[in-house]
């Protein structure tokens, strides 16, 4: 029998709920598929900051590389905000991902029919919505140098090299080789040099790429075009700061960003994790919306693990959760047959997964 090993990273806020409720979901899919799962726990965030004095312990890093994956939760609140900036649990999430190299994030916006009501914008608009958006993760104005401030000035740097943009642009060809055929590269080439640079070499890529049709898109009109046309993307290829900005806007596309997954991958150890922050608002009273950290455990089942089934059987949980009225309070306003907990939602769907004949 197979045994993974997995690195848990819970952080602050929410994040210690919303794992849980995967862990569980986890269980349940790897004992009727035949597989077993050992967890190692480590910290990261302002949690670590307490106990370590340091957002990433080494002990942090050195238990995700010795893993098959990373299943994460969120970091951050307010009660670390005014730490130096080394300090803040931010930065550990920064140097994470630079550490274990996932310099490509995937971030798939899906619309559940059940919930069609649940977006802002009408149900024609977003029905069928099935987009990915390929996100470069490591590099870009987050990591670029300079970067300071001064009492009167603050500034950053937005740089790529070619090596970057050409490993990030094979991510999303191959990714829309699986899926429409379809890029759509964001950039705002008609001010930004680093933008330029950025369109010319997904240029290059995409000619090993044939059958995949590529578009280009200024960033501001994409910010605009999700809103009034979101079917017309099928991958939507960013940089860091837009893929950023441009996949919480899509999360409203399905309703709430309690329901979307991310995967980060690209070196040997990928870091799965909801797209939403650690929403210290609501941590502790019980109704985060688990269903995006269970779908990126689905996600590490499927790209990390080649674990197909059982990550299908997830899947299907969630939709048959959704479908039965289901709902956590953040969309408990549409359709809900019944209003749940964050835990009750983890065990509904952990059962339905069980069951799942797949
Ligand atoms: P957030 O995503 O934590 O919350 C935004 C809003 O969405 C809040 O109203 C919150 O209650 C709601 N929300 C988020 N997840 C939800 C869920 N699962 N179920 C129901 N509602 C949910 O963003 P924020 O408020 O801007 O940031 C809070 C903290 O999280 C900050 O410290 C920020 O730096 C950090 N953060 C961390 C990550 C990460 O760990 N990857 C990502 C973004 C923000």
């Known amino acids: 029998m197979a045994t993974y090993k997995i690195a848990l990273i819970k952080g602050d806020g929410i994040g210690p709920e919303i794992i849980d409720e995967a862990v569980k979901v986890l269980d349940a899919v790897a004992s009727t598929n035949g597989f077993g799962i050992k967890y190692k726990e480590v910290l990261m965030g302002g949690i670590a900051y307490d106990v370590f004095g340091d957002p990433l312990p080494q002990e942090t890093i050195t238990t995700a590389m010795e893993s098959d994956a990373v299943l994460f939760g969120a970091i951050g609140g307010e009660k670390w905000d005014n730490l130096p900036r080394e300090k803040r649990p931010e930065s550990g999430l920064l140097r994470f991902r630079k550490e274990l190299g996932v310099f490509a994030n995937l971030r798939p916006a899906t619309v559940f029919d059940e919930l069609i009501n649940a977006s802002s ?7 069928g919505v099935d987009l990915m958006v390929v996100r470069e993760l490591i590099g ?29 642009a094979h991510v999303a060809f191959k990714s ?62 960013t940089g860091n700061i837009f893929g950023d900005i441009l996949s919480d806007e899509a999360s409203m596309l399905s309703g709430s960003i309690g329901l979307l997954p991310s995967a980060s991958v690209g070196n040997k150890v990928g870091v799965f994790e909801p797209i939403h922050g650690s929403a210290p608002d609501i941590a502790g009273q019980g109704i985060a ?19 197909i089934e059982a990550a299908d059987k997830i899947d299907a949980a969630i939709a048959k959760a959704l479908s039965e009225g289901y709902r956590t309070k953040d969309i408990s306003m549409y359709d809900a047959k019944e209003v749940c907990s964050t835990s009750e939602m983890g065990s509904i769907i952990a059962n339905y997964a069980a069951q799942c004949k797949h």
Request: aromatic share 8%; glycine share 4%; with cysteine.
């Open 289 to 307: 919306n688990p269903i995006a950290t269970i779908s990126s455990a689905s996600m590490m089942l499927r790209y990390a693990l080649n674990e």
């Open 140 to 168: 870009g104005i987050y990591f670029g140098e300079p970067k300071g401030r001064d009492e009167n000035k603050g500034w950053n740097t937005m740089v790529y090299t070619r090596s970057e943009v050409n490993r990030i």
């Open 176 to 237: 829309a080789m699986e899926r429409d055929k379809r890029v759509c590269s964001i950039d705002k080439a008609n001010v930004l040099d680093v933008s330029q640079l950025w369109r010319e070499e997904v240029e290059e890529v995409a000619k090993e790429y044939p059958e995949v049709q590529l578009t280009h898109m200024y960033v501001d009109n994409a910010a605009m075009q999700l809103i009034r046309d979101p079917k017309q993307f099928d991958v939507m290829l």
């Open 121 to 127: 914008l009408k149900p024609e608009i977003i029905k």
